[in-house]
């Protein structure tokens, strides 16, 4: 089945600066990967997501870059701001979406204000 | 638009005893999921179902855990007997089925287990 690893566990930026969030996935056949943010005490809620026939994609201050050959994707938010800190989760999926979704581990971002 | 709608939001109970979950998914959503999120970890498929039929329950401990979804709408989840092992939250999510459609996910249900 898919296994997805995700990387940094903690990160910690000043506001305003960049934040980074790195996954790698091992099903070749994963054609859909969402980014979920999760606060304390909430469920998942999606922020952003790529489709597999997309390179990159922008939404405001998120961006999600996808390369397929190396099997790994990675979500970008550019001036980062306090509400921007909870714990940030990559998804893989096949079929579209409409199978289970197999998560990272999780990244709990910090802006330093 | 109400969104998914879970209950009780925190339980507490001995080990050995029974619990039960309930989730009552977005309107109109066919799709409805439920997952369990251990501390510090993702959140991990139980069990999926497409209206009223569990299409993907392959990840649900079968011996002790059970679920319904008897008129293709509100979802029950159930645990008997619970064990320590199973301190946890339990996510229920629904989506329509459609390509490419999001996961709603509601608050949770966090289980303590002494």
């Known amino acids: 089945g898919e296994n997805v690893e995700q990387h940094p566990s903690t990160l910690s930026v000043q506001e305003g600066d960049s934040a980074v969030i790195k996954c790698t996935y091992s099903?070749?056949?994963?054609?859909?990967f969402p980014w979920y943010k999760q606060e304390l005490g909430k469920g998942p809620q999606l922020i952003i997501d790529?489709?597999?026939?997309?390179g990159e994609k922008k939404d405001q201050r998120i961006a999600v870059t996808l390369n397929k050959t190396a099997k790994h994707f990675s979500l970008h938010i550019t001036e980062t701001q306090p509400e921007d800190s909870a714990v940030y989760f990559c998804?893989?999926?096949?079929?579209?979406?409409?199978?289970?979704?197999?998560f990272g581990t999780g990244t709990r971002l910090t802006i330093i204000p | 638009e109400a969104g998914v709608v879970q209950s009780p939001r925190y339980k507490i109970i001995e080990k050995k005893q029974p619990v039960a979950f309930w989730c009552n998914p977005i309107?109109?959503?066919?799709?409805l999921y439920w997952y369990l999120q251990n501390l510090g970890q993702g959140p991990e498929l139980l069990i999926r179902y497409e209206n009223e039929e569990a299409v993907d329950d392959s990840q649900l401990p079968k011996d002790r855990f059970s679920a319904e979804r008897l008129k293709g709408v509100d979802s029950t989840l159930k645990i008997q007997p619970a064990e320590l092992g199973d301190s946890a939250v339990y996510l229920c999510?629904?989506?329509?089925?459609?390509?490419?459609?999001?996961?709603?996910f509601g608050p949770g249900t966090r289980l303590t287990v002494l």
């Open positions: 309107s109109g959503h066919n799709t």
């Open positions: 999510a629904s989506s329509t089925g459609l390509a490419y459609n999001e996961q709603f």
């Open positions: 099903d070749s056949a994963s054609n859909y």
């Open positions: 998804a893989a999926t096949t079929n579209f979406g409409n199978e289970k979704l197999t």
């Open positions: 790529i489709r597999s026939n997309v």
